[in-house]
């Protein structure tokens, strides 16, 4: 069991493992899995993996080959489903128990293509898949989030190669996500506009940071892009919940997350990244505390968050929580704009 | 010139830099400079670096061999000391010029003696000099703070090998000073205690997170540790400016480093780490704004940060603001505590 543990002074919440953890001998530089006999996200090793949650296959039983996606529980999980949160205190701190859910996306049986390289058919069965996961982990009214996310490549935290996302239920609001929710409901508030809205408005007139436009979605290079290259992918039609959309909408989705991809792997030369979805969370009952976010329909707009991990996050940034960006996103939007695709 | 652009939404300041950026092709992997001739720290390079704002040496010229540290511009500062600050609106974002200083401290001639390597009384002197640049460029009073930091290891993103630290003062109160400031000065409005003390107290009976004890510091690990192995190291008696302790002070606080550093070089096998001084800001005019934190002597308590960085940021870290630490903080210390130094 991990315990989740409160920071006064930070306000934060950290994933602790108080079980027999890492020890310093374990903290050595970790190598690319590059034998596919021994990958357990490839075919014929199902065995390997915990027992599918979800899976795409034309024909046959669950957990054999000849499937095309695979959705299975994390067999090294950060939270776990079983016991309940036991939410106390110790001294000054706070406390809790590491609950919740971590599942694997394997989005394709081929060990040697990225999500770049996939179709638009087959981002469109990942996408739908995302979505299947995320509405059947609402049930369990003790997950409040569910972080969607992708680590492609060792330096992007990746410990495997073969391509995947990640899906982990979490008991509580994160810091980050808390925050811009906060910052919706209250430009809402103040304005009766989403703030996405405005911004994807001004971002479509400005036109410098926009890499690539759509007839439904747009992909920008953020005003005040914390990394190099940084990207979101925007629906322009406004919707809080990625969970919602039909099959039409997760095709035009998958025909711009290709397209995205693709460019920057052209520039880049398929650079390490992380993508996370931003979508509202489930508003779970609870006792005696009404949803802050009750009007989240109106206030957030799904998105998806892209960084490319070409530089080292140093003492500065990681001890202020400023960042330094040596590449302007107007340049950087000029140059994925011009990629060979 | 560079930039700080502000992001409405993740409410945060980012460096930007708008000249002529790095390109795609910039972004390949950095290698370490073993080659001592081509260092711009070493002896007999002199003239590679800007002249010398500080340097401790027994006799001879500035910008001359035979010193012991120097304290030099960066000759690639993220902020530059000339121009004003030109805080404007663009669309619904802000903007301002790149105001501020950027410098390095070399810690010593020596290229391959690392800060753990130096001795009690070579420590004393970087604490010196520390010291004797915070108070200098508080003189200016454009700078809301200064940010003294430390990246040692390529991993840690630093770009010359030669052991050095970097002090940059920006021209705000940077997100996470600001709101580890705001968390004291609620405490202590609260309580008229320090949080610092009282979680120091607390640390202190419970000795499962103690490191070492010395008469006037104390090394810990915090409770809600973000990564493997972190460290904070803290004065046992209130102060809360680190530029205004005494000759005796920085020796009692140079045998303390000299310690942690040994401890976690012998355990870890000398790690990539960053540490930070958080010390309070100095309390500039400002038209029409009385500074918040004007009873921050009471309320701030000054201390050093550091993380050994052993693993990647990931996306789930990253896109969440929430930390996943596969290393117990009390394990970390009975390790740490056994280290043969």
Chains 1, 2 share one sequence.
Not at 34 to 59: Q, V, W
Not at 156 to 169: D, E, N, P, R, V
Request: with cysteine.
């Amino acid at each position: 069991m991990s315990e989740l543990r409160w920071d006064p002074i930070k306000q934060q919440w950290v994933i602790i493992a108080t079980d027999r953890g890492r020890r310093p001998r374990d903290f050595t530089v970790e190598t690319e899995d590059g034998d596919m006999t021994c990958c357990p996200f490839c075919y014929g090793n199902e065995d390997k993996t915990a027992h599918e949650l979800y899976a795409i296959r034309p024909s046959g039983a669950p957990n054999t080959p000849n499937w095309q996606l695979r959705v299975v529980p994390n067999k090294f999980p950060v939270l776990r489903v079983e016991g309940d949160l036991n939410n106390r205190a110790y001294g000054m701190y706070d406390v809790m128990n590491g609950i919740g859910a971590h599942e694997v996306i394997i989005e394709t049986p081929d060990h040697k293509r990225g999500m770049a390289d996939l179709t638009v058919k087959e981002i469109a069965g990942v996408l739908t898949a995302y979505r299947v996961r995320l509405l059947d982990l609402r049930k369990d009214i003790r997950f409040r989030y569910m972080v969607l996310f992708k680590n492609h490549g060792v330096m992007a935290g990746a410990t495997l190669s073969h391509s995947h996302s990640q899906l982990i239920a979490v008991p509580l609001i994160p810091p980050l996500a808390a925050q811009e929710l906060k910052v919706c409901r209250e430009y809402f508030e103040a304005k009766e506009r989403c703030i996405y809205c405005d911004m994807i408005d001004f971002e479509l007139r400005e036109g410098a940071r926009v890499v690539q436009e759509f007839s439904d979605y747009v992909v920008i290079t953020p005003y005040a892009s914390t990394f190099p290259f940084e990207l979101r992918l925007y629906p322009k039609r406004h919707g809080h919940d990625f969970a919602l959309l039909n099959e039409a909408e997760l095709s035009g989705l998958a025909v711009a997350m290709k397209d995205m991809l693709s460019r920057l792997k052209a520039i880049l030369r398929d650079p390490p990244y992380n993508f996370i979805l931003h979508s509202a969370p489930p508003l779970q009952p609870r006792p005696g505390k009404p949803e802050f976010w009750s009007s989240i329909e109106y206030d957030f707009h799904w998105h998806i968050e892209l960084v490319p991990r070409l530089t080292q996050i140093a003492g500065f940034e990681w001890g202020t929580g400023f960042h330094i960006n040596p590449t302007a996103p107007e340049d950087a939007a000029a140059f994925l704009k011009e990629a060979a695709i």
